[in-house]
């Protein structure tokens, strides 16, 4: 069997080192794939994408199996590593352009991504920190105040609630006068990933059989028309798969040279003692993104941790050595101590970062790649919302469902534009990434 890349990421994720014990052990449904196992779904990849597509399908089809796996345990992937905001309003490129209608369908999607995820959240119990704190977008220098001043012009072209704030106001809520100004909008939810990954997979319904730490080595089509996924102990023979992979999409045969692999870092300190927070002089249960895309996103959690990200690598085998991140860790200490100096004795626990997959034409794809053969990825870096209606969605266009929210979801979709073969490929990224960071050097 030829070999692909499989994920392998480290294991300093902050948000996964500190979850309880009980969200933590493996469940008790993972066992080994025997010789052949038959299934009518399959879904590969439990992150944002697969868990909201496995639920749903195990919702639509009760008296079907719905088998899900993971190369890693569930919440150890990328959906289990991010800065843990669940937008509603778009970063970027999707807010751009004249199209109004078109920029509501991506709010609205986002949106309902929300209230589903909050449903599961509150039926189960799910202890996640998820909590309606909104968003702030702080700008340090002029650049940034700039691209916050036109990210208000298309808010109120919107009729979207916001809030600018000076860098006093602002002061109060974060505990630094670091920022120039900020800009406030109330529909952002902030949760710990990690915890609402093991959270979701601990309440799946009855008819979901999920085998994590089982990678799939190589997808094909058997003569009847099943597709077959390999493990290495086995088989897994399935009417219908849907991918939740991916960047690693490619490995498995689809979607091949239109994704870029790029990898960013956050750091996470202990919780601040009495006296630390006291000098601090801010709040709890924040987070703050940067202005500009190249900067630092902050977060202060519910149990005073301190959470620095930033810094982008392309990385074409998809994972980063304990070197990089020792490099990272201090570059996440500068950006720490330029804010707080009062917290300089105060160090990180953790440094870890994770793949995300991003398009050259910042263009998501979502639907079918060949009969029964379905998948949705590149959700360019922020696939808490998207990623999980574009998982639920996809589990009904599969079971032959249609609803405007689909059709609107299809009509935001596309193809990621192809990428140029490597060596040019890594030169020419590399070179982005260094201008980007370099124009962005007063917001990181
Ligand atoms: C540090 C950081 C901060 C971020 N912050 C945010 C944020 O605040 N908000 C936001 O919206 N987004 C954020 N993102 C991006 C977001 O996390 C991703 O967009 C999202 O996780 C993508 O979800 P997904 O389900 O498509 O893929 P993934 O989360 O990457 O899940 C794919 C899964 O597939 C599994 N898999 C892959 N190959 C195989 C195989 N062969 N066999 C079996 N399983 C396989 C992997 O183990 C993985 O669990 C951040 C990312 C990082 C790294």
Known sequence: MKKIKLPADDSSCGWFEILPPEYRQHLSATTPVSKKEETDWLVIGGGFVGTAATRRLAELNPEQRVVLVDAQQIGHGTSGRNSGFVIDLPHKGD??????QRKKKFIQLNRAAISYMEEKVNQYGIDCQWSHAGKLQGAVSERGVKFLEHFQHLLKELDEPHQMMDGQSLKHKVGTNYYEQALFTPGCILMQPAALMRGLLMHMPENVTCWEE?????????????????TSD????AKNVILGTNIFTEQLGFLKSRMLPIMTFA????PLSDTEFQAYGGTTDWGLTPADHAGTTLRMTQDRRLIVRNQY??????????????????????????RYPMLKNVSFENTWG?????????TSFFGELEPGMFASCCHNGVGAARGTISGKLLAELASGGDSELQRHMQEVSGIPARVPPQPFLGVGVRARLKLAEWQSRSEV
Request: aromatic share 6%; proline share 5%.
């Open 267 to 270: 750091s996470m300190t202990r």
């Open 234 to 237: 086995g088989e897994i023979h």
């Open 313 to 338: 690598r392309f990385v074409p085998n998809y994972g980063s050595s304990a070197e990089d991140r020792n490099k990272i860790h201090d570059l996440h200490r500068q950006a720490m101590v330029a």
């Open 354 to 362: 994770g793949v995300c997959a991003l398009s050259r034409n910042y």
């Open 95 to 100: 807010l751009e352009g004249p199209d109004i």
């Open 214 to 230: 089982t990678p799939v080595l190589k997808l094909e089509r058997s003569a009847g028309g099943k597709w077959i996924a390999k």
